[in-house]
């Protein structure tokens, strides 16, 4: 079983909606959560942090389960510019922190 | 602001061949890292570096190898080249302590190995 697992995808969004899309993770001692995104054939970069209490950056809204151990991130008002693929991180428990990544769901925002 | 730099963005080799890729990084990371993507899979974490001096190995070290004399610079190299090896491969760096964890990303390394 993968650490990290995620629906790959595509989620084909009309302009304007609202797209979720969770992220499960296997390590119940994994300390910290990220989304990052990665557009098509460039390097990921860091899309928004993932706190306990759940978070908002615009719209983007990121919400952490330890409970059910998944993490979600939900886009309001989608645009054009959302379409890429969102790679959901986790980091483990060591000093340095190894970071997981899911492969990926892909988001494909049409007009 | 040159951030991650990795070279080159290209190449092909042929299988037994040897080859470099360079990262080197502006920001005084301790933290260097070298991941790979392959399609349906998440980056996997081939070796990794906490400073000058210091590698340990990752998810998917075998083929490769790394070293770090600098704390700017993290090679890696491939000792005889295997189609298997055929990848997107990415440098990463952080800081020590940083808040956010987040790892900054070169443009990646496109390699195909024939």
């Known amino acids: 079983r993968k650490e990290v697992e995620q629906d790959p995808g595509p989620f084909n969004v009309p302009e304007g909606a609202t797209v979720a899309f969770n992220c499960t993770y296997s390590n119940s001692a994994s300390q910290s959560f990220f989304w990052y995104r990665q557009d098509c054939r460039k390097e990921p970069k860091l899309l928004m942090s993932v706190y306990s209490s759940g978070n908002e950056d615009g719209r983007f809204t990121a919400q952490l389960n330890r409970a059910s151990q998944y993490i979600s991130l939900l886009i309001r008002d989608s645009k054009l510019s959302d379409s890429a693929t969102y790679l959901c991180v986790v980091r483990s428990t060591d000093s340095w922190g190894k970071f997981q990544f899911g492969a990926g769901t892909q988001v494909v925002v049409t007009p | 602001n040159a951030g991650v730099t990795q070279t080159p963005k290209f190449q092909v080799l042929k299988t037994g061949q040897s080859m470099t890729l360079q990262c080197a990084q502006d920001?005084?990371?301790?933290?260097m890292s070298w991941y790979r993507q392959d399609p349906g899979m998440g980056l996997r974490l081939i070796h990794y570096?906490?400073?000058?001096?210091?590698?340990d190995q990752g998810e998917v070290p075998n083929g490769y190898n790394v070293s770090r004399s600098t704390t700017e610079d993290f090679p890696l190299r491939l000792l005889s080249a295997a189609p298997s090896q055929t990848s997107v491969y990415f440098c990463?760096?952080?800081?020590?302590?940083?808040?956010?964890?987040?790892?900054?990303f070169g443009e990646g390394s496109r390699l195909t190995v024939l």
């Open positions: 990463a760096s952080r800081r020590q302590g940083s808040y956010t964890g987040e790892l900054f």
């Open positions: 920001m005084n990371h301790e933290y």
């Open positions: 570096s906490v400073g000058a001096g210091i590698t």
